[in-house]
């Protein structure tokens, strides 16, 4: 780890930390060895070392780092503690991010014990209270010692559930079989299974009903199509909700078989019209997602009202590719309440309400929607602002923080021991205990002064990932310096003037990509500040004329720049100029933005919509995100008035004439 791009000085981590242990450092104890230790210590738990992390932990008394080799040590042996030992343990922890996570797992253990009675007394001291797994045992606590009706409430958590599990699966079998959980429940649970690809979740779903079932959902997962052409399956019990699943995983496959299967004569019959909406609802996203000139088709057979609200933003989405703006407005105005309330759909909602000639209440309801999103906060607020014809500046800056309030946050021990931990390389660790103490170890948060007091503690200690993202917790206060920092500036303007790339757009990814983390390394294998594949990093080295570029220098801050800037700047060219779809091609490669641009011949984009329709979610998400940070950069940058719009222009398929260039781009 490269201690320089998280503190500046240890001076400043010493005064961090001796705010919260003075006795520890005024002995004189040897802070790297135990610093060491305690690195050591990690492995260990990671390994389920019980006996080095039970011998070492006497030698951490007192350090910044006890309470979480406390924490280690009692979690690998959670499973064979006694409650007293658990008691003692949560006690002598009290108030600490460690105590509230180490009840979190014990809340999951009283849970699968069927313990309710202790659940019941611990349940009420959780304060993150974020697990999903134990909000539902704290469900089946109330209504296994109280007999409450939670059935709704499950609903809510369960349904949103990505992956099966024995909390939320268990009390809704338990539900089943007491007969307060209906069928439809169960198989609107197996429905979004079977769609998001996840068996598990769609065979728990049908075993509470009937476990029984479990045989068949597994045969329609592997072969749908033998399944509904089978000439008995419309004779079996329960074949309406087989069959939905079976056309739902077919859709999975390939929307317009589904659609032909769908629209058979024996399925028209016995399906439910709520059950038709919902398949057309899978088969429309489906198409949607694959940007098929037939979704929008898809999606008009069904109701919207009966659709999920995950089929009915891509109903939105591809309605706006085709144009169809009164669409647009009937599938955002089903959407659940909070979904339609995303500045997303605000937008275009209001975007839809103006298309409407001669309604003059509807154009004024467009300038009320659009007038209550329009801001800097995001990307279609920026949108909204413009719309509303004004040009984007940097809000002004809150007061300055008093010493006093800067001293708080110093003393704060959540805080001191996240950086510590990241300073040292425990920085997964570090991150959980900031995001804890500033957001959910009192109920709502910090406030917003205290959130800027904070955001300035990790600005200062150039923890910027923590800089940025506590500063954008702040809902009246706004300190665009905070949220868009500018770290190794003299790197960044030297590399993009000799190149011709415009700075903003740099800073823009970076912040997107890295957070500014110099060592950062994604799960994928990309490194460094601009997030580079060694593959990518090793053809781009050779277009630069880093001849002898290797692998291990991708996290040299330098090198990462001339590379990262050199490989956006030739996606750039490639794309002539659109940073909407050289962004996707930096984030997706560029062969996909290539295919979604659209064939010779059809249609353009305002590449607002374009980026809306983008199939990924992360890089539908990193498209906007890139594209608005650069333009709040470049008003920081120039200190002038800025438009968001200019720099997303347009998207439509190359010019027939032009040369195509790029090709070879990894």
Request: net charge positive; glycine share 6%; aromatic share 8%.
């Amino acid at each position: 780890m490269q201690f320089s791009a998280i503190l500046t000085s240890v001076a400043l981590c010493g005064a961090l930390m001796s705010t919260t242990t003075p006795s520890a450092y005024a002995q004189g104890r040897d802070i790297s060895r135990l610093d060491e230790t305690i690195l050591d210590l990690s492995q260990a738990y990671k390994n389920r070392d019980k006996k080095r992390l039970a011998a070492a932990l006497p030698t951490l008394r007192g350090h910044t780092l006890e309470p979480w080799a406390a924490y280690w040590d009692m979690s690998a042996r959670l499973d064979d503690a006694s409650k007293s030992d658990i008691q003692d343990y949560l006690n002598r922890y009290t108030g600490t991010y460690q105590e509230d996570r180490l009840r979190a797992e014990w809340l999951l253990q009283l849970g699968r014990a069927r313990d309710w009675d202790t659940f019941s007394r611990e349940y009420p001291l959780y304060r993150m209270n974020d697990d999903r797994s134990v909000r539902c045992y704290a469900l089946w606590a109330d209504y296994s010692t109280r007999g409450t009706d939670v059935t709704a409430a499950l609903e809510s958590v369960w349904w949103g559930l990505k992956e099966a599990d024995d909390a939320c699966g268990g009390l809704a079998t338990q539900l089943a079989k007491d007969k307060k959980l209906s069928a439809h429940s169960a198989w609107i649970r197996a429905r979004l299974g079977m769609e998001n690809d996840r068996l598990r979740v769609a065979t728990q779903a049908a075993a509470a009903l009937d476990p029984d079932y479990v045989k068949t959902i597994n045969t329609i997962y592997n072969t749908p199509a033998k399944y509904l052409n089978d000439k008995v399956t419309a004779l079996r019990p329960q074949t309406r909700e087989f069959v939905s699943l079976a056309i739902i995983r077919l859709a999975d496959l390939n929307a317009q078989d589904a659609a032909e299967e769908v629209d058979k004569l024996r399925w028209k019959a016995q399906l439910t019209q709520e059950e038709r909406s919902w398949i057309w609802g899978v088969i429309g996203k489906r198409a949607a997602q694959k940007l098929s000139d037939d979704a929008p088709g898809y999606f008009a057979k069904g109701q919207f009202s009966q659709m999920h609200e995950d089929h009915l933003a891509w109903a939105a989405r591809a309605a706006l590719r085709a144009g169809r703006w009164s669409q647009v407005a009937d599938a955002i105005a089903a959407m659940p309440e909070a979904l339609r309330n995303d500045p997303t759909w605000v937008y275009w909602r209001a975007r839809a309400l103006a298309r409407r000639t001669n309604v003059e209440s509807a154009k004024m309801e467009s300038q009320a929607l659009l007038e209550s999103i329009a801001g800097t906060k995001g990307f279609y607020e920026m949108l909204a602002l413009e719309d509303l014809g004004q040009k984007i500046v940097t809000p002004p800056k809150p007061a300055p923080l008093t010493a006093e309030e800067k001293d708080q946050a110093k003393k704060n021990p959540g805080l001191v021991r996240a950086l510590y931990a990241i300073n040292i390389g425990l920085r997964s660790d570090g991150v959980r205990e900031w995001n804890y103490t500033t957001n959910l170890h009192n109920r709502g948060g910090l406030d917003d002064r205290s959130l800027l007091a904070a955001a300035d503690l990790a600005c200062r200690a150039e923890v910027w990932d923590r800089c940025i993202n506590t500063s954008e917790r702040t809902k009246g206060m706004v300190d665009m310096d905070q949220r868009y920092p500018m770290p190794h500036k003299a790197a960044v303007l030297a590399r993009t003037q000799l190149i011709g790339l415009e700075p903003a757009y740099v800073y823009g990814l970076i912040r997107q990509e890295s957070r500014f983390i110099t060592d950062a390394k994604s799960v994928v294998g990309a490194a460094g500040l601009m997030q580079v594949m060694p593959a990518t990093a090793k053809w781009t080295a050779k277009k630069i004329g880093l001849n002898d570029f290797q692998g291990h220098q991708i996290t040299d801050r330098d090198t990462n720049i001339a590379i990262g800037t050199g490989y956006l700047k030739l996606v750039l060219d490639s794309f002539n100029g659109s940073m909407p779809m050289a962004a996707a091609a930096y984030n997706a490669g560029p062969g996909r933005p290539r295919a979604w641009r659209g064939q010779a011949g059809g249609p353009t984009w305002e590449a607002a919509i374009w980026a809306e329709n983008v199939p990924f979610t992360e890089t539908r998400d990193y498209v906007k995100k890139v594209l608005a940070n650069t333009t709040l950069y470049a008003a920081l940058i120039t200190g002038q008035p800025q438009s968001l719009k200019a720099r997303l222009g347009v998207v439509g398929p190359r010019d027939a004439g032009a040369s195509e260039t790029g090709l070879d781009l990894p």
